[in-house]
């Protein structure tokens, strides 16, 4: 069965500081992966997601980056953390053979991540 | 950006009673999808309606969609308390590629 890896659970870090979160799958080969954000009383937003190795679509224009260095690795960083930049950070997944008709995100557990 | 938006932002029932969420979105879809989340966890998949579909269910969970409206509506019958969550609609906008646009969320308190 496919399984999502999602760590750490929670994180705080000063300004300035450099992140990375790292989201793994198993069970699955060529998945999409996806990074979305969610700040206190909003919903999801779509941060990047990746259709393959090495490729990374950016949704919205930030501080934040994605790289995908293996199949079923997806890493969001920063160099610099901005007080913005807190929320909780969901990382997902979907089926590459069904994602033409966008099928269900399979979720991760989230990271809280406290910018101070 | 938001696609869309539910409808109320929370809603406190008692056990045993039915709780209706709606959701409407602004252009066409390929599907439509509602989610759940517990508070501090991530996002579960609850069901999905696709745009050729009216009408879904699964369990305790009944969706409609209603395309001429753009929107859709999630009832969850005989409440329980282990229903209290939060609740999310997402849509696949036709030519959106592989992207889900989440609401805001729906508040639902089931008080025992």
């Known amino acids: 069965s496919q399984t999502i890896h999602q760590w750490p659970a929670t994180l705080v870090q000063p300004v300035g500081s450099p992140l990375s979160l790292e989201c793994t799958v198993e069970?699955?080969?060529?998945?999409?992966l996806y990074w979305y954000r969610q700040a206190a009383g909003r919903g999801l937003q779509l941060l990047f997601y990746s259709v393959g190795i090495g490729q990374i679509s950016s949704e919205v224009p930030q501080n934040l980056s994605a790289s995908r260095p293996q199949d079923r690795q997806f890493i969001l960083s920063s160099k610099k953390l901005l007080l913005s930049d807190s929320g909780f950070y969901l990382c997902?997944?979907?089926?590459?053979?069904?994602?033409?008709?966008?099928?269900?995100?399979?979720f991760g557990s989230g990271t809280q991540l406290s910018v101070l | 950006s938001q696609q869309g938006e539910e409808d109320p932002q929370a809603l406190s029932i008692q056990e045993g009673e039915n709780a209706t969420m709606n959701c409407s979105y602004k252009?066409?879809?390929?599907?439509l999808q509602w989610y759940r989340q517990n508070s501090g966890r991530g996002l579960v998949h609850l069901i999905l309606?696709?745009?050729?579909?009216r009408e879904k269910h699964s369990g305790r969970l009944r969706v409609t969609l209603d395309t001429s409206k753009k929107s859709s509506s999630l009832l969850i019958t005989a409440s329980r308390a282990a229903d209290t969550a939060s609740y999310f609609c997402?849509?696949?906008?036709?030519?959106?590629?592989?992207?889900?646009?989440f609401g805001k969320g729906m508040k639902l308190t089931v008080n025992p």
């Open positions: 252009t066409s879809i390929n599907n």
């Open positions: 069970g699955t080969s060529n998945p999409n």
């Open positions: 997402a849509t696949n906008k036709v030519g959106g590629s592989e992207k889900l646009v």
């Open positions: 309606i696709r745009s050729n579909e």
């Open positions: 997902a997944w979907t089926p590459l053979d069904v994602a033409a008709t966008n099928e269900k995100l399979f």
